[in-house]
């Protein structure tokens, strides 16, 4: 019965994000640490709290054995992680299509996926310290990212060059917020791949 209170609070608080974070992404040029809040609560925020509300016995099938797929779910992840961060880098048609897509769809599944791969109602990988190091290396470019975002010392968006941010600051210090936002919402995953590396939460998942 409490595990069932669980699951449905955590379902609530997940769909709760969920509107949120759709909400934030309407203007996105708004504020970068805004838009990239929105996208990190869609991507890392939402997905652990909606995958807590799935019981064992619904998480298998074919579909499920295809949205988890561990090296799937990295490729997407990582992809999605580096594309939409760091755009510079590829094509700029390729980048222009990207960010034609709806990216909070993407980023929500690309959460999903992954996080997929620590949560015990999705994960694929038996091992808890191997599913906890597939985690914290997946996680790894985003974390650099964020890095990068917060010391850059120039501009790496252009549009926001010729906006005015929501809190009318510099856009140089608008991009080392979203950096800071985006390292922020990156440890719960750091922090709960850790967990299955050191196999602290063993007992709870065999009892």
Same mark, same amino acid.
């Given at each position: 019965?409490?595990?069932?209170?669980?699951?449905?609070?955590?379902?609530?608080?997940?769909?709760?994000?969920?509107?949120?974070?759709?909400?934030?992404?309407?203007?996105?040029?708004?504020?970068?640490?805004?838009?990239?809040?929105?996208?990190?609560?869609?991507?890392?925020?939402?997905?652990?709290?909606?995958?807590?509300?799935?019981?064992?016995?619904?998480?298998?099938?074919?579909?499920?054995?295809?949205?988890?797929?561990?090296?799937?779910?990295?490729?997407?992840?990582?992809?999605?992680?580096?594309?939409?961060? &760091?755009?510079?880098?590829?094509?700029?048609?390729?980048?222009?299509?990207?960010?034609?897509?709806?990216?909070? &769809?993407?980023?929500?599944?690309?959460?999903?996926?992954?996080?997929?791969?620590?949560?015990?109602?999705?994960?694929?990988?038996?091992?808890?310290?191997?599913?906890?190091?597939?985690?914290?290396?997946?996680?790894?470019?985003?974390?650099?990212?964020?890095?990068?975002?917060?010391?850059?010392?120039?501009?790496?968006?252009?549009?926001?060059?010729?906006?005015?941010?929501?809190?009318?600051?510099?856009?140089?210090?608008?991009?080392?917020?979203?950096?800071?936002?985006?390292?922020?919402?990156?440890?719960?995953?750091?922090?709960?791949?850790?967990?299955?590396?050191?196999?602290?939460?063993?007992?709870?998942?065999?009892?």
């Amino acid at each position: 019965m409490r595990a069932d209170r669980l699951r449905i609070l955590s379902a609530i608080c997940g769909v709760l994000m969920l509107g949120w974070g759709f909400w934030g992404i309407h203007d996105p040029l708004a504020s970068m640490a805004s838009y990239t809040a929105a996208l990190m609560v869609l991507n890392q925020i939402a997905p652990p709290l909606l995958l807590l509300a799935v019981p064992r016995r619904v998480a298998g099938g074919v579909f499920g054995d295809m949205l988890f797929d561990p090296l799937a779910a990295s490729v997407v992840f990582v992809g999605l992680s580096v594309a939409i961060s &760091l755009p510079g880098i590829f094509d700029r048609s390729l980048a222009g299509a990207l960010y034609a897509a709806p990216l909070g &769809l993407l980023e929500l599944i690309a959460g999903l996926m992954f996080w997929g791969q620590l949560m015990p109602a999705t994960r694929r990988i038996a091992r808890l310290w191997l599913a906890g190091t597939l985690g914290w290396l997946g996680s790894l470019p985003m974390m650099v990212v964020a890095l990068v975002w917060m010391l850059w010392p120039d501009v790496l968006y252009t549009p926001y060059l010729d906006v005015i941010c929501r809190w009318n600051v510099p856009p140089i210090t608008d991009q080392h917020w979203a950096g800071f936002v985006m390292f922020l919402a990156g440890l719960p995953l750091q922090l709960a791949a850790a967990w299955l590396v050191l196999g602290i939460g063993r007992h709870s998942e065999t009892a």
